[in-house]
């Protein structure tokens, strides 16, 4: 069974910026959105996530149900949303923010099992150490692992994740990515996440989808759908492939940049100052 979009139509006021779009997300896959900057990623993860509404074509999880049609609270318990600004509430230490994940699923006062997937999700972002923490004094990239914890938190059937690493440092970037891979795997999530880095995608994606102007133009997996005249489409933008450790990796060229004819060494040869060396001679030969 699967999360099924099909022929969504999305816009604001009267433009339409998702145009059609048809794809499909399996439980236990990780799908990769990817398109250039205003294709409309953004729009159709909110519109799966109940934030924005559709004017045409349908979104079913388990082939029946119309998530458009849900109650708030039901949709909570399937869908679980990382925006990709960060908005946290104030007055909230950042283990209360986290528990706002589990709101679905208690009444009044949070029960011990509220606490554990709490602790789980903090502990899989590396939150252990910053609990206590008010989440206003958070860097950014701290406040989007606690939006991802408080995500996980929930415990949803369908994890959106909207560019959640984009404020990231590398060490933080690929942690989360592993867990998103890792908690789509173990839980048997359909997860969706939209993303600007095309070699990230193709290492830690199952499959990926090219929105271009609204449209789904390409999808499968980056080894098959990854091109030099794809992404010269949809990012105007000429590049090289090359295969790492079996991932495709994607090396953009510049007609400013010659490093592609003159390769450089890596690890670079140690500087060579030949000023440095005039000057040595000079000072021997005055000597
Ligand atoms: N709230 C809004 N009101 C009006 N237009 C909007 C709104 N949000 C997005 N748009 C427009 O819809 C189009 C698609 O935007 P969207 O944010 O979905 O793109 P995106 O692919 O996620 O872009 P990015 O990679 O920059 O995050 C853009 O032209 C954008 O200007």
Known sequence: MTLKIDSLVVGYGKRDVVKGATLQVGKGELVGLLGSNGSGKSTLIKTIAGINQQTGGTITWNGTTDLAGLPRRELAKIVAYVPQSIGLSFGLDIREAVLLGRTPYFGTRPREEDWDHVETAMSLLGLDQLGDRSVTELSGGQGQRVLIARALAQDPEILLLDEPTSALDIRYQWQTLNVARQITRKKNVAAVIAIHDLNQAARFTDRVVFLHDGEVIAEGRPADVYSPELIKRVYGVDVELSAYKG??????????????????????????????GQLELQGRYTA
Request: glycine residues 0%; hydrophobic residues 35%.
């Open 247 to 276: 991932f495709v990796q994607v090396h953009p060229l510049s007609e400013h940049d010659e490093t592609h004819h003159r390769p450089v060494p890596f690890p670079p040869a140690p500087a060579v100052n030949p000023d440095a």
